[in-house]
């Protein structure tokens, strides 16, 4: 993160897209949203998926293996902005301090 | 050095042009691929014959008018960062208007080329020639080269490409003349054929272009952390131009025979007072010494051409021998101890041990005419100022007060 | 040191052009010129940038020299001076600054020598034309600038007559070129010289 002048590109050029990857705004969390599968609709059906398409950080993992629907976090981006909590109409995810 | 304007090999034709034409008619040898202005007066001929050139399907050029300069500027930041060779003009208000996107084009390190046809600033409104505009775009990050003729405005805008494109220096350049003194008056220009301008601006090898299948962000937001380091860049980028001014030029006097030099010097070497100035008033400035050699006053013209990068160190060489320098300069800088180029000529002049005086004078705002007359009064009073040794730091000259 | 005393155009003549806005001031000027640099001569031709509005006084400005110019003023002291307008003799003195042993070229139905007492010049040359009514029974038209245009060279020799109407000729080609040439030529044959 301190490169000399020499070493960066020109003119603040970004050459790599999506670069914003190597910087882990995970760190930015004062509360992280907790899952609960009870009322899940993806969990239950793989429906809804609200949660992943408000996440402004892409951090909800959902996937599916062996017919059974997967549901995860990726910590290194969750900035803990409660998106996927205020968006879920079953309220199962719920904001707790870090 | 001494400006050699030798019209040698090879023939191309040689025609009356005004400068502002003589810069259009580069501009089309140039093989430029996109051209955006706005017109403004007295730049307005270099755009109007351009779009002539474009209507009668002598350039494949895109031209894009636009509704203002700001747009104008940013539509060449634009297309140059897709890689075109990118040309504008303006002056005046319209400068002004483009101010903001200029520290864009080269903080951006866009290598477009901006004919300026120097004019003051409004109010008063005013259509004639000063310095005003340009010297206050001094610290934007552009090249600045000031033009004495047509035949050297054409020449000028043909290497700017070669210098703003530089891979070591990927800056943007204004090729400046003085308003109407020289955008509106004809004079013999030589041209080169269109196939030795061709070979000699080539064509440009743009540097991380925005390519669709290569995807860059150009132009993010850049803070605390690394923004100073991007200004580093751009100010070594800078210190590069003397360099590459001097190989192009080379490079060009080869071509043509001709060259001008960072600065040109005039019958300076056992001068007591070298006049310095650049543009128009050099010229008349030179026509003066002519006249005042004759009566035995050892004087002699430093005419600067590149303003920016300023040239310190070898003209305070250039200075060192003279007892005064006598600096004319068509701006004011409300409020500054002196004006820009009397700053620039004081600071460079600063550390030698033995300093030249420096006197500064004002002339010539508002297209009001510089004849020589006023250059002698101007002579005269820094002999009067070297012999009582003391001089004030500027004052205004052929001005009723 | 003053400057009245020095010479700062040596080896360059200089004309200064008057006329209104509109009759061509700007283009005769820059047709002479353009004629002087096709006979090898280096150039400066510019208009006074004044307000260049129909009717309004304006000025022009050339310089021919052998070789490059470097002066960039307005011209103060003319070698030649062109009037084209008669009614603009009223208004300024054309006369004012004119060499000692200048040229001064009128259109005007006065003789050079009603011109001389008119502004007391005793020495140079004064060269007078009626080109109003020259222009107007070939052309039909108050384009007075090119019969004026042509008395003021065959009078000073700046540059060859058929320089200058070659430039006429190639800026405007076809039946107007040839009824200003007519006109330069009438002008030209009718030209008082004193």
């Known amino acids: 993160m301190s490169k000399k002048s020499s070493e960066i590109p020109m003119a603040g050029n970004i050459l790599e897209p999506g670069n914003a990857r190597e910087y882990k705004t995970g760190g930015w969390r004062a509360e992280r949203p907790k899952h609960n599968p009870e009322d899940c609709l993806w969990i239950k059906n793989g429906t809804c998926a609200l949660c992943c398409i408000f996440c402004p950080d892409n951090a909800i993992k959902l996937s599916e293996k062996d017919g059974k629907f997967l549901y995860a976090y990726d910590y290194d981006y969750c900035k803990g902005c409660g998106i996927c909590a205020n968006e879920c109409p079953k309220s199962c995810i719920t904001m707790e301090a870090e | 050095m001494a400006a050699t304007v030798k019209m040698t090999k090879p023939k191309g034709s040689i025609e009356g042009l005004t400068g502002d034409a003589a810069i259009a008619y580069a501009l089309k040898q140039?093989?430029?691929?996109?051209?955006?202005?706005?017109?403004?007066?007295?730049?307005?001929?270099?755009?109007?014959?351009?779009?002539?050139?474009?209507?009668?399907?002598?350039?494949?050029?895109?031209?894009?008018?636009?509704?203002?300069?700001?747009?104008?500027?940013?539509?060449?930041?634009?297309?140059?960062?897709?890689?075109?060779?990118?040309?504008?003009?303006?002056?005046?208000?319209?400068?002004?208007?483009?101010?903001?996107?200029?520290?864009?084009?080269?903080?951006?390190?866009?290598?477009?080329?901006?004919?300026?046809?120097?004019?003051?600033?409004?109010?008063?409104?005013?259509?004639?020639?000063?310095?005003?505009?340009?010297?206050?775009?001094?610290?934007?990050?552009?090249?600045?080269?000031?033009?004495?003729?047509?035949?050297?405005?054409?020449?000028?805008?043909?290497?700017?490409?070669?210098?703003?494109?530089?891979?070591n220096v990927l800056l943007p350049a204004m090729v400046c003349i003085d308003?109407?003194?020289?955008?509106?008056?004809?004079?013999?220009?030589e041209l080169l054929p269109d196939e030795v301008v061709r070979d000699f601006v080539g064509v440009r090898v743009p540097v991380q272009p925005l390519d669709t299948d290569k995807p860059i962000t150009m132009g993010p937001l850049c803070l605390t952390d690394y923004y100073f380091e991007f200004k580093e860049q751009e100010d070594k980028a800078m210190r590069e131009v003397f360099k590459v001014y001097k190989d192009v030029e080379a490079e060009f006097q080869k071509v043509t025979g001709r060259s001008y030099g960072m600065y040109e010097t005039y019958k300076t070497k056992d001068a007591d007072i070298i006049m310095l100035t650049h543009s128009s008033p050099a010229g008349t400035a030179k026509a003066v010494v002519d006249a005042l050699r004759e009566q035995g006053e050892k004087v002699g013209v430093l005419r600067m051409k590149l303003f920016r990068p300023f040239p310190a160190a070898e003209l305070a060489k250039e200075l060192s021998s003279a007892k005064a320098v006598a600096v004319f300069e068509k701006c004011l800088s409300f409020g500054a101890p002196t004006n820009p180029l009397a700053l620039e000529v004081r600071t460079a002049l600063y550390d030698l041990p033995k300093k030249p005086m420096v006197t500064d004078f004002v002339v010539g705002l508002g297209g009001r005419d510089v004849p020589p007359a006023t250059i002698v009064e101007g002579y005269n009073k820094t002999k009067q100022y070297l012999e009582k040794g003391k001089a004030p730091l500027y004052e205004t000259l052929g001005v009723r007060k | 040191m003053t400057a009245m005393a020095l010479d700062f155009s040596k080896g360059i003549i200089e004309v200064t052009w008057h006329g209104r806005g509109g009759q061509g001031v700007v283009t005769s000027n820059q047709m002479l010129g353009k004629a002087a640099l096709s006979e090898g001569n280096y150039i400066q031709a510019f208009p006074e940038f004044g307000p260049e509005r129909t009717g309004a006084p304006v000025r022009a400005f050339l310089r021919i020299s052998k070789k490059p110019i470097q002066l960039y003023s307005q011209v103060y002291q003319p070698d030649i001076v062109v009037c084209i307008d008669p009614t603009l003799l009223s208004v300024v003195n054309p006369s004012e600054g004119l060499k000692k042993d200048g040229t001064l070229v009128l259109n005007t139905t006065l003789t050079p020598a009603q011109i001389r007492s008119k502004y007391g010049l005793k020495s140079g040359k004064v060269v007078t034309v009626d080109a109003s009514t020259i222009a107007m029974q070939i052309l039909g038209r108050p384009f007075y600038n090119m019969p004026t245009l042509a008395a003021a060279v065959k009078a000073t020799g700046a540059v060859k007559m058929e320089t200058v109407v070659a430039e006429v000729l190639s800026r405007y080609p076809g039946k107007v070129g040839e009824l200003n040439k007519k006109a330069m030529e009438r002008a030209a044959s009718e030209v008082n010289i004193e």
């Open chain 2, 30 to 167: 140039c093989d430029i691929d996109v051209l955006s202005a706005y017109p403004i007066t007295p730049q307005t001929i270099i755009v109007e014959d351009y779009q002539r050139f474009f209507a009668e399907g002598q350039v494949k050029t895109k031209v894009i008018p636009v509704e203002s300069e700001h747009s104008a500027m940013s539509a060449c930041i634009g297309a140059s960062a897709a890689g075109a060779r990118v040309a504008t003009a303006s002056a005046s208000a319209g400068l002004a208007l483009m101010w903001e996107v200029l520290y864009c084009a080269s903080g951006m390190r866009q290598p477009i080329v901006l004919a300026v046809a120097n004019r003051a600033l409004s109010a008063p409104i005013n259509i004639h020639n000063d310095w005003s505009d340009s010297y206050g775009a001094r610290d934007s990050g552009f090249i600045q080269m000031y033009c004495q003729s047509c035949q050297e405005a054409y020449d000028t805008t043909i290497m700017s490409f070669r210098i703003a494109e530089n891979h």
């Open chain 2, 179 to 189: 308003g109407f003194i020289l955008s509106h008056n004809v004079e013999r220009v």
